[in-house]
């Protein structure tokens, strides 16, 4: 391990970033068309021809095949490669980030630490991806991100040098059990539900990853990101929402006014996880200069 140079082991994070989008690219296709994601083994959409291996290497395949099947020729979408790439330069900016954007590519990486810092980013900024999108679109928060972000926390610590095993599994109960009884006296406060099962499970994987505290500070400036974005954003969908009322009210059509009704129901709706999930990465490399920042800016220092 010693010898391997910086650029050799991102170019190996790069390529398990790849694998993972092409991954994604999989479930992408296929849960929507609720075809399960290992069977049946690869096939062409459009003659049902089974995809050999070596076809299906992420970015590799799609350019020997230059963006056309090799069974029947229908033109495949550059956005598969494009994801792929996406997700390899997020795998190689883990390890990169990890050992402190350093421009030194000859030396190796120098201990364990600097690895568990890089998988747990790894896990956090490939896990951006999925949350946001499936979040966004379903509301909704899948268990093998959330649920699996404790599990990978869990055994990211195994590795000496950062959190150790008890200090994951702390900041899991702590997180996940602090945001939830957050979320249950909100909703006795507010008579609604407040907050998501899935954003409860979401934090307790970023606390067993990086801890309590800085799980906690995930949550604030989550929080503060989500006021900044969606408070316009709903300003906007009301508006939108009260000009087809108008619009339908003109044209006397009943159906129209209730769909834009319906739209109207959809704004007051937040997904939480995206913002989670953005500011995950970003307090787990910035967290402690951003604190500094801020305490500079409270005390002017
Ligand atoms: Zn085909």
Request: hydrophobic fraction near 35%; proline fraction near 14%; charge should be neutral.
């Given at each position: 391990m010693e010898e391997i140079p910086l650029w050799y082991s991102l170019a190996v994070f790069f390529v398990l970033g790849a694998c993972v989008g092409s991954f994604y690219n999989v479930i992408v296709y296929r849960m929507p068309r609720g075809i399960?994601?290992?069977?049946?083994?690869?096939?062409?959409?459009?003659?049902k021809k089974h995809i050999p291996l070596y076809y299906n290497l992420p970015i590799v395949g799609w350019l020997i095949l230059r963006g056309k099947s090799?069974?029947?020729?229908q033109p495949i979408s550059i956005i598969y490669p494009i994801g792929e790439s996406l997700c390899g330069l997020l795998g190689a900016l883990s390890l990169y980030a990890a050992m402190?954007?350093?421009?030194?590519?000859?030396?190796?990486?120098?201990?364990?630490e600097v690895w568990a810092d890089a998988l747990a980013l790894f896990w956090l900024l490939l896990g951006i991806y999925p949350v946001s999108a499936v979040d966004f679109k379903y509301k909704l928060i899948p268990d093998s991100i959330s649920v699996g972000g404790i599990v990978a926390g869990l055994i990211i610590s195994l590795?000496?040098?950062?959190?150790?095993p008890v200090q994951s599994i702390v900041g899991a109960v702590a997180a996940g059990g602090g945001l939830y009884l957050l979320g249950f006296i909100a909703s006795k406060v507010?008579?609604?539900?407040?907050?998501?099962?899935g954003d409860v499970k979401l934090l307790a994987g970023f606390g067993a990853i990086m801890g309590v505290t800085r799980a906690v500070e995930v949550l604030v400036v989550a929080s503060i990101l989500g006021i900044l974005i969606m408070v316009p954003y709903a300003k906007i969908a009301e508006k939108r929402a009260a000009k087809k009322a108008v619009q339908s009210k003109a044209s006397q059509n009943k159906n129209a006014s209730a769909s834009a009704e319906a739209d109207d129901e959809g704004a007051g709706q937040i997904p939480f996880g995206p913002f989670l999930a953005v500011a995950a990465p970003f307090m787990y490399l910035w967290g402690d200069a951003l604190k500094e920042i801020y305490l500079k800016f409270i005390f002017g220092e």
């Open positions: 399960s994601l290992i069977n049946p083994p690869s096939h062409c959409p459009l003659c090799a069974c029947c020729k402190g954007f350093t421009t030194d590519f000859w030396s190796p990486v120098p201990n364990l590795i000496p040098g950062g959190l150790t507010l008579h609604k539900d407040a907050m998501g099962f």
